[in-house]
């Protein structure tokens, strides 16, 4: 069984900076995938990013390109997005998942957390 849980979200003005934190526990084998969603209210779910446990990067949304990065920590099974110059539009419920592969869209993936709350403020 695999459990994730999100920290640092919060509030922010429009350029600043957030770093989210998920941390991963149980079996988690090399290869395997973490990867951030969002979903804002009224509105779609959106993939915004997807990397290996290896490090490799699977995926970017092009809205979050040069901006958001995907990165981790193995030796602390710890995964991180680090969000630089946010926009009031990526205010969202940002939720990190997990499964084996790191095709399709981390909101399909197989474990999940609870999310954290960005709100970016104009």
């Known amino acids: 069984q695999v459990q994730l849980r999100e920290s640092g979200g919060g509030s922010v003005q429009a350029g600043g900076s957030l770093r989210l934190t998920c941390e991963v526990s149980?079996?988690?084998?090399?290869?395997?995938?973490v990867g951030w969603f969002r979903q804002a209210p009224g509105k779609e779910h959106e993939d915004v990013a997807r990397?290996?446990?290896?490090?490799?990067?699977?995926y970017t949304a092009d809205s979050v390109k040069g901006r958001f990065t995907i990165s981790r920590d193995n030796a602390k099974n710890t995964h991180y997005l680090q969000m630089n110059n946010l926009k009031p539009e990526d205010t969202a419920m940002y939720y990190c998942?997990?499964?084996?592969?790191?095709?399709?869209?981390?909101?399909?993936?197989?474990?999940r957390g609870r999310g954290t709350r960005v709100t970016v403020s104009s």
């Open positions: 998942a997990a499964d084996q592969s790191c095709s399709g869209t981390s909101y399909d993936y197989q474990y």
């Open positions: 149980g079996h988690f084998i090399s290869g395997s995938c």
């Open positions: 990397a290996y446990h290896a490090g490799v990067i699977a």
